[in-house]
């Protein structure tokens, strides 16, 4: 395919809720779509950044520039590209997943689309529906989280992932715990915020029966993860740290991690991601797929890639209401706590145009 011109398009999605996590608070999504033309057809791709640089190195106006200098010129350069020669096309520039990941998307959509062959297809997934977890937020008090938890599992959610940092961990964990009951598949997500000093602390959440401890340290700090591994009987998850197939494979063989949250965005794009699914496969690891508030494009994906065979726990992959009173494609829902794997061409959904209209601030072009 030859790419005939880019679209860079920034959006902004108000949450219906407030999502604080201990890297900050959020209001709204601002967020960055990408668009390739090709003569035969179109495809897109969502960037994850997020508007700030606290949960990766990566955020939205950096990624917007780094795409426009320094990537898109690349595949433009290029008489052919498959998605599968992006990511060695882009590797002379350093880091920058998740624009890279968002570029790649596009790429991939396009030519899937043109070959009406499906992303879950595409990657080699099975399942045709995926159980679906919501990741809830800190609050302001318990009552408060108890409340919002039981309105989620009363909306059929599978699996609820609370969000923790220091202050807000033992206690919040015990009470969902005693009043949802054993049977309630429960995680934890500190998004790096303890430090190795912390590993009493969070051996104290040994008690509750977590399916995981997702990122409680640096994001490079693997061995610390290795020690809090064999310190804690909750399995250790990793998520911010694992960045490729290489540096999933490190951390398992370090010992730093039993589970692995795989999110296309962190680590480059969905072909990286099925890498990971797969060096975890070849080791014994379970998968699941994580969430960055992504709207129905990156959702679309995700649910894809999570009907992969090794993506064995329930991922951050909500419905659409989760985040958004109105979604920029038509929503995800739930139906029996579980999301439908789109099977159209590509991605199988696209912006719908008004809404589309109605949530872009900008718009620029890289010919
Ligand atoms: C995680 N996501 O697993 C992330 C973290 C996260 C659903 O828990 C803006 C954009 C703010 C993406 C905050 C979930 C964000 C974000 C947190 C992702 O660690
Ligand atoms: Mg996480």
Redesign the pocket.
Known sequence: MKIERVSLRRIRLPLVAP?R?S??V?HE?PALLVQVTTAEGEGWGEC?A??DA??SSEYLEGAEDVLRRHLVPRLLATDSVSAHAVAPLLAAVKGHRMAKAALETAVLDAELRALGISFATGLGALATRVPSGV?VGIMDSVPELLDAVETYLAQGYRRI?L?IEPGWDVVPVRAVRERFGDDLLLQA?A?AAYSRADAPLLARLDEFGLLLL??PLDEEDLLGHAALARRLTTPICL??SVVSARSAADAIALGACHVV?V?PGRVGGYLEARRIHDVCAASGIPVWC????ETGLGRAGNAALAALPNFTLPG?ISASDRYYATDITEPFVLKDGHLEVPDGPGLGVAPLPDVLAAVTTAVSEVR
């Open positions: 999502f996590t890297l900050g959020e999504r994850v997020g508007a606290s949960y990741s992932k969000k997500d998004n997702e990122q998520d911010e949250n999110k994580g969430g960055m508030l951050d």
